[in-house]
């Protein structure tokens, strides 16, 4: 495979973007530093690249591309929005119907609020847990990445009783102590940062299904018990959604486990592409936000006609009759392809997997938490992603994310990428 154009549009791009792309997960640093791929178009599972090159796409743009690319009735609504302009700075028709249309998908929004994107919907739930409760700090858990603003751009201290460091020059230690990071997966540890820490405490932050350090189901019990330490404690639970909703089912992760949280961050699949984030939950708790309540929260493209309608219509295709099943269908069938393959091969791999999404990790027994993620082979899984790059196969370049599916993978792709592990898996035995 030739990457001549991606090559000259990288070594262009460098001059005059930091870093030649403009959000670092972009770049291949994790994978050998090779250059990423410039994208052209994209249709259903597929994209091409400025050199012609065809690739079955798992990256999903890191996860809002799940009806695919192009898809005709997300097209035709942003290009309803366009025709009727796209943006007023007042409020639309478009917003209600999408605020419903989430709130009987997850009931726990009992009011919502539209943001840009999930670092803002995040930030802004603490906000207003911090409001809520009069109280500073926050819990969240290891390797869990809820967006790039101060708050949670902070690293563990050395254990459940210790606050947390800067993972972010620009982060101060002040806003560093307010965070406390604990294992997920792990009770005791949240217990104890809670005794700690006690009223100090104004939520626990958790993404009910890990999505940042692969796919990680939560334990038998843990989401329970979240709620139930958080709760006695006098703490909110804040689920970070941005990943985890409409992912696995019609609906968010909360739905699928069954516990309720008291206020939940979304973006990523809700904007079926364009920018968004969204946050919401109880009423009371909501009711602190301006311009009912004295926490402030505003934005010019807040809920803007494009991003809500591109919204709209993704919603209106997961909704149609066995969406989630056809995603189960061929997770199953790759996750089954891969371990097969990793038998015949005798490649040490571990794949996580629930419905669309997976993570295959190498060296490693089982992933529970980050540092189960931590300890899988780098250098494996960056060989494993350059070989499947050649052959057409694009993956997110990292060891720590999932591989996405859309509605629009077909089981002709999933045999086309299976082909591919097993030429890679061959190779990397040699
Ligand atoms: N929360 C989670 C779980 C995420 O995975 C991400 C992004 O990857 C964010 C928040 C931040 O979302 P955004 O990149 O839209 O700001």
Known sequence: MEWKESISLYEEAKSHILGGVNSPSRSFKAVGDITPIFMEKGQGSRFWDVDGN??????????????????PHITKAIEGAARDGVLYGTPTKYENQFAKMLQDAIPSLEKV??????????????????????R?????????????????????????STLGNPDSAGVTQNIASEVITVPFNDPQSLAQALDTWGDDIAAVLVEPIVGNFGIVEPSPGFLEKVNELSHANGSLVIYDEVITAFRFMYG???NLVGVEPDMTALGKIIGGGLPIGAYGGKQAIMEQVAPLGPAYQAGTMAGNPASIRAGIACLEILQQEGTYDH????????????NDLANEYDIPVHTNRLRGALTVYFNVDKVENYHDAENSDGDMFAQFFRSMLEQGIHLAPSKYEAWFLTTEHTEKDIEETLKAVKQTFSKMKS
Do not use: W
Request: net charge negative; glycine share 12%.
């Open 54 to 71: 065809e690739y079955i796409d798992y990256l999903a743009a890191y996860g809002p591309i799940i009806t695919g690319h192009a898809h």
């Open 113 to 134: 609020r539209f943001v840009n994107s999930g670092t803002e919907a995040v930030m802004t739930t603490i906000r207003v847990a911090r409001a809520y409760t009069n």
């Open 136 to 160: 500073n700090k926050v819990i969240k858990f290891a390797g869990c990445y809820h967006g790039h603003s101060d708050l949670v751009l902070v690293a563990a201290g050395s254990g459940p």
């Open 252 to 254: 968010g992760a909360q």
């Open 327 to 338: 995603l189960d269908h061929l997770g199953k069938m790759l996750e089954d392809g891969i």
